[in-house]
């Protein structure tokens, strides 16, 4: 950081991952094999980058801020014939025409766009088996959360219908620069099946819409979903038509959006 005047920017959730001694825990986690192409987002300075370079077949380095570009471009130079760095917004990129394609993502995630960056490359990279990614805890917990849970919601739901998913371990804060002031998880997700059908995934995001109300107000209000029609759905599942979705499983909240949509 001293090399290249490299300050963290807070208006991009900056907290750069220093601290070499959490990669061989990255490492291990991920099983990363020499076969991997992996896709990074958020390179930071690229001490991530640079270990993950070192030890698959292909690495996609994506970075928003351009003033990062010195550090990583030295850091990715001796593995010049096995990476990419993309100087671009992660969620707008175009990740169908990364090439070679992932096979896995492993990323210290900004906060700020930790949920959107792993629920997009689920359903943008069907080429992707394997999350390993630095995330606050609360959106670990998120993903993992249960039926039932506080934290159950959209995450949740749209991440387990495809993968399986769990909390790995805790991060020190002290890996990152500046330290931050929430804590930190590396939060594992393992693909078992395909992406849902966008419009189920609309009818599971609308009945989380509005938490207080039962799944058939809230599937009326944000979908404009007949409610008499829901509670049939529901009544044929076998739950009580005034259920939230909050207490369906992943699997439950499919079928119900299957059978509507």
């Not at 630095?134 to 039926?147: D, I, L, N, S, Y």
């Not at 959209?154 to 219908?161: E, G, K, N, R």
């Not at 909390?167 to 002290?174: D, H, K, M």
Request: overall charge positive; glycine content about 6%; proline content about 7%.
């Amino acid at each position: 950081m001293a090399e290249f005047a490299v300050r963290p920017r807070r208006s991009l959730g900056q907290n750069f991952l220093v601290d070499s001694n959490i990669l061989g825990v990255i490492a291990r986690a991920a099983e990363l094999t020499p076969q991997d192409v992996v896709l990074e987002i958020g390179g930071g300075v690229g001490v991530l980058s640079e270990y993950l370079a070192e030890r698959v077949g292909f690495v996609h380095v994506v970075e928003i801020d351009r003033a990062l570009e010195p550090p990583l471009r030295d850091a990715l130079a001796p593995y010049a014939q096995r990476s990419a760095l993309h100087l671009a917004d992660a969620l707008g990129l175009d990740l169908a025409a990364l090439a070679p394609a992932p096979t896995k993502v492993v990323a210290n995630l900004p906060y700020g766009i930790a949920a959107s960056a792993i629920l997009r490359t689920i359903e943008d990279l069907p080429s992707v088996s394997r999350w390993l990614a630095m995330v606050q805890r609360e959106v670990g917990e998120r993903f993992a959360a249960k039926p039932g849970s506080r934290v159950y919601g959209i995450p949740s739901v749209l991440a387990q219908l495809v993968c399986d998913v769990r909390v790995v371990r805790a991060i020190p804060r002290s890996v990152f620069y500046p330290v931050p002031r929430v804590d930190s998880v590396l939060l594992r997700l393992d693909r078992r099946g395909a992406p849902i059908e966008a419009s189920h995934a609309e009818l599971v995001r609308a009945g989380f819409a509005h938490r207080r109300k039962t799944l058939a107000a809230s599937l009326q209000l944000a979908a404009g979903v007949d409610a008499e029609r829901t509670r049939t759905v529901l009544a044929r599942l076998g739950r009580p038509v005034n259920v939230r979705a909050e207490a369906l499983s992943p699997a439950e909240l499919l079928a119900v959006a299957k059978a509507l949509a």
